[in-house]
């Protein structure tokens, strides 16, 4: 008994394994990782808008095959159909709906940049000091069938069934108020403040 | 795999999408970035349901709902874009400051009851 407690807690203990001969896993998690930070970056900073939004393309597809590797396959062929087929074209076209300027714009930074940028490197050296020091010697152990789709679906459809529900209902309240609020008064114009004006004023 | 891989590029993913939030202007672009923020919260859900591996499998079931609202919150988030950039003409969250109370308009002595009968609210500009 006190064996089979041990084996089943065996991921949880701290695991012999050393940084400095990473498996072929870690080697392209790594590699998929490093290319995902950098498709981030350029895409927060970028001056061109159309382009920010293709590069978080890159970012959200490199997350997928990073779910991939993590063993979570249906968890990736969702971020593939939502987030590149639905988020991104959603993105595209905010953009092109709000008259985004095509090419290089200047103002696409406000001018707290600075202090954006001394935030994000103290919560970056907090969080990834605090998780070093947690998780150093962790380990998880990629079995097959993990995360399969077909564990995932069980477990969904037999203990998550009232949440699934629950957020369908969630869904379709989103789709109609979002259909509310887009939708174009009932036809009469009238005076908005702002800096368009009406076409009754032209 | 170690744990700290999945677990320190989603700090460092959250960390951009934070600098994204706060940087930009375009509301659209910050939407962007809080798709990244979201993003790095699923990483740190996958990988630590690989490394739990409970019953339930909630790591994953959290991950697919986590999806689910950032879509339902994209969609409403990019239809009050489009509805603040129709009335507005403009979508820079710097620019839309019709609630935001501007440091000449504070009264100076806050026990005087304002005596001003104009309308507050959208400023006409």
């Not at chain 1, 959603?90 to 008259?99: C, D, I, K, S, Y």
């Not at chain 2, 600098?19 to 375009?26: E, H």
């Not at chain 2, 970035?33 to 790591?59: C, K, P, Q, T, Y």
Request: glycine fraction near 8%; include cysteine; charge should be neutral.
């Amino acid at each position: 008994m006190t064996g089979f407690l041990l084996a089943a807690a065996g991921p949880l203990d701290a695991a012999p394994r050393g940084f400095l001969s990473p498996t072929g896993v870690e080697i392209v998690f790594v590699l998929v990782g490093l290319a995902v930070l950098g498709a981030a970056v350029v895409s927060v900073t970028t001056r061109q808008l159309v382009h920010a939004a293709l590069w978080l393309v890159v970012a959200l597809g490199g997350l997928a095959v990073e779910f991939l590797l993590l063993t979570a396959e249906f968890v990736a062929w969702v971020q593939v159909l939502i987030y590149l087929g639905s988020v991104v074209v959603l993105v595209l076209f905010g953009l092109m709906l709000t008259r985004a300027p095509i090419g290089r714009s200047p103002d696409a930074d406000s001018k707290n940049r600075w202090v954006a940028l001394g935030v994000a490197l103290a919560a970056a050296a907090t969080l990834v000091t605090l998780v070093v020091d947690a998780f150093r010697t962790s380990w998880i152990d990629l079995g097959a069938g993990g995360g399969s789709t077909a564990v995932t679906g069980a477990s969904l459809f037999r203990h998550w069934v009232l949440p699934f529900e629950a957020l369908s209902v969630l869904l379709l309240a989103a789709l109609v108020g979002a259909i509310v609020i887009s939708r174009t008064g009932s036809g009469k114009a009238k005076p908005r403040p702002g800096k368009l004006t009406t076409r009754q004023e032209r | 795999m170690h744990l700290l891989y999945p677990a320190v590029l989603a700090a460092l993913l959250f960390c951009v999408g934070v600098y994204g939030v706060l940087a930009r202007r375009n509301a659209v672009l910050l939407l962007m970035s809080v798709e990244l923020m979201l993003n790095a919260v699923n990483l740190n859900l996958i990988a630590f349901d690989a490394w739990l591996r409970d019953a339930l499998h909630a790591g994953q079931a959290l991950t697919l709902f986590a999806i689910t609202v950032a879509a339902a919150e994209i969609g409403l988030g990019l239809a009050i874009v489009l509805l603040v950039f129709r009335t507005r003409g403009t979508a820079d969250v710097d620019r839309i400051t019709a609630l935001g109370d501007r440091a000449a308009e504070v009264p100076a002595q806050p026990t005087e009851p304002a005596a001003d009968p104009a309308p507050k609210g959208q400023a006409v500009s």
